[in-house]
């Protein structure tokens, strides 16, 4: 799991199995692929399953299968979160132990009558019996800027914007913030490239970062990709599966959007070819400062 100090990128792609690859899905995919490689990187899968009631039985296996039929081979092995509960715990318990986390018993009628934004500790926090929630308590100290690779400079403060937000949920589910942070740390990521639809995450992501000790990692944004009236394509709206049977096709659109363009001759090669073409073409500049862009297909 040790990255060679000649190669100090690590990226990953990290799905949530809810529903097969679409669209969207594989071009963010293939963007933190390709910035990878040009990087001379490493490139990871972890599967995001923290969150069964969410999740499409068999999904997990048919987008590792979309991927590899689509030329996207990932280093080590993948990285599954319902395997990790002991670490996610093991650092809760820490937290709670620097009196960092307290338990919430809040409902989300009493959350909705303060605007949603939790600010400071519930009354009875000490208080463990029944289910709870355990929360963040965020200091004012809170305003995180960071550079993202394709949208520029970033503002955030927390604790007026979100608030002391959840780790572990009601439902005794790892929320995604902890998960994320504990498991980049963990496959020791440096580059995150993923959907815009996350860029208000990232804040917190860092925050949580500096609370656990853990280094900083570098940012890049995609625009969504959306259909024709500006909905987010995703596994929710049903959103089309790729084909696993065009890859090539898939991956052609896939680098057209993200503004590269292979030459003609191409247009019929191997998924791995296309590939080592859009590896050595990947132009992190070429990409648009928006959060969303219309897909081609769908
Ligand atoms: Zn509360």
Known sequence: MVPSPATPYTGRFAPSPTGPLHFGSLATAVASYLDARH????????????????????????????????????????????????????????????????PCHCSRQQLKERGGLHLHRCTHDGDTDGPHALRLGVTEQSEIGFEDIFQGKQQQHIKQTVGDFVLLRKDGLFAYQLAVVVDDAFQQISHIIRGSDLLNSTARQIYLQQVLGFSQLLYGHLPVAVDLQGHKLSKQNLAKAVDEHSPTLNLWTALQWLKLTPPEELRHTTPEQLLAWGVNHWQREAIPHLMLQPAPIF
């Open 39 to 102: 990087h001379e990187g490493r490139w990871l899968v972890r599967m995001e399953d923290i969150d069964p009631p969410r999740e499409m039985s068999g999904a997990a296996d048919r987008i590792l299968q979309q991927l590899e039929a689509h030329g996207l081979y990932w280093d080590d092995a993948v990285l599954y979160q319902s395997q990790r509960s002991e670490a996610y715990q093991e650092v809760l318990q820490q937290l709670l132990e620097q009196d960092i986390v307290y």
